[in-house]
């Protein structure tokens, strides 16, 4: 079965800053990822589909890249409305969702 | 736009069955263009995928819950359904609806629902 690993589990960082965080993979899975965003007390809302395409009415300082094992999220330039936990997920034979990064100011 | 909702009850005693209603609207279930999931997060947890079913009624099931579980669709209603059996404290979580097989592009705003005598 495939696994997802996130990291870090938690990160601090300052408005304006670039952030990254990571998904790794335990098998090859391709560009078969996707990045969510999870406001507190609010439903997901999915960021980035197959690795690095934005979706639809998601600003352009969040960006995706990767393939294979290792994917990476990218905040460009962090704003306060960011503070968040991120998921990576996989669509395989059962969906699968990492253990999130949690950004905070 | 389109938009889900979670409806059902928020406390369920343990043995009993949790259901609950995803009720679609500004998108239509028998279209047969979109998969309609159930998605689960325990409280301060990560995310965890129960199931989903097509308009046709065809159905996938997390095999953690396969013995359990049951998705159902209602398409005159534009609506999908979730009855989890035998509940214990362990099925306690935020339950959401969501549009998608690979992805998940627009969720309900999530439902708690607590097991507890």
């Known amino acids: 079965d495939i696994q997802l690993t996130q990291s870090p589990s938690s990160l601090s960082a300052s408005v304006g800053d670039r952030v990254t965080f990571t998904c790794q993979a335990s098998?090859?899975?391709?560009?078969?990822l996707n990045w969510y965003q999870q406001k507190p007390g609010r439903a997901p809302k999915l960021l980035i589909y197959?690795?690095?395409n934005l979706q639809t009415g998601v600003p352009s300082r969040f960006s995706g890249s990767g393939s294979g094992t290792d994917f990476t999220l990218t905040i460009s330039s962090l704003q306060p409305e960011d503070i968040a936990t991120y998921y990576c997920?996989?669509?395989?034979?059962?969906?699968?969702f990492g253990g999130g990064t949690k950004v905070e100011i | 736009q389109v938009q889900l909702q979670e409806s059902g009850p928020g406390l369920v005693k343990p043995l009993q069955t949790l259901s609950l209603t995803c009720t679609v609207s500004?998108?239509?279930?028998?279209?047969?263009?979109?998969?309609w999931s159930w998605i689960r997060q325990h409280p301060g947890k990560g995310l965890e995928y129960i199931g989903y079913?097509?308009?046709?009624?065809?159905?996938y099931y997390n095999p953690s819950l396969k013995s359990r579980l049951s998705i159902s669709v209602d398409t005159s209603k534009n609506q999908f359904s979730l009855r989890l059996t035998s509940v214990t404290a362990a099925d306690t979580a935020v339950y959401y609806c969501?549009?998608?097989?690979?992805?998940?592009?627009?969720w309900g705003q999530g439902t708690l629902v607590t097991v507890s005598s």
């Open positions: 969501a549009r998608g097989l690979d992805r998940y592009d627009h």
């Open positions: 500004g998108a239509s279930i028998s279209s047969g263009t979109h998969y």
């Open positions: 079913i097509f308009y046709s009624g065809s159905t």
């Open positions: 098998h090859d899975i391709s560009n078969y």
């Open positions: 197959d690795a690095s």
């Open positions: 997920q996989h669509y395989d034979n059962l969906p699968l």
